[in-house]
């Protein structure tokens, strides 16, 4: 079976960090690009960050930018995502997912994880 499992959600202050991971299974993990997602209350699912198959390109949105750093290990079938200097409209689940493509829309992710809850204090 197909399993993508984020993990490392918590609570944490303003300005702090958090190291998300994804761990994936039951597909060739190598040759998908793998995103970062996340969905606050009310809010539509958007993409923060994306990383390429095997080159190391990557994306991040304006709003992550310079925050947020994203990396794999193919060997370990693992995708990262260092949070750094946190605020509260961080807050949300914080999903990953796999596309064939390099691809920003959610519609474009063929398998996608269960969610990791990150809350940012005041």
């Known amino acids: 079976d197909v399993q993508l499992q984020a993990s490392g959600g918590g609570l944490v202050q303003a300005g702090g960090s958090l190291r998300l991971s994804c761990a994936a299974s039951?597909?060739?993990?190598?040759?998908?690009?793998i995103a970062w997602f996340r969905q606050a209350p009310g809010k539509e699912r958007e993409i923060i960050s994306l990383?390429?198959?095997?080159?190391?390109?990557?994306y991040y949105d304006d709003s992550v930018k310079g925050r947020f750093t994203i990396s794999r290990d193919n060997a370990k079938n693992m995708v990262y995502l260092q949070m750094n200097s946190l605020k509260p409209e961080d807050t949300a689940v914080y999903y990953c997912?796999?596309?064939?493509?390099?691809?920003?829309?959610?519609?474009?992710?063929?398998?996608w994880g269960q969610g990791t809850l990150v809350t940012v204090s005041s």
């Open positions: 039951g597909f060739t993990f190598a040759h998908y690009a």
């Open positions: 997912a796999a596309s064939w493509l390099w691809a920003v829309a959610a519609a474009n992710y063929n398998y």
């Open positions: 990383i390429s198959r095997n080159d190391g390109n990557t």
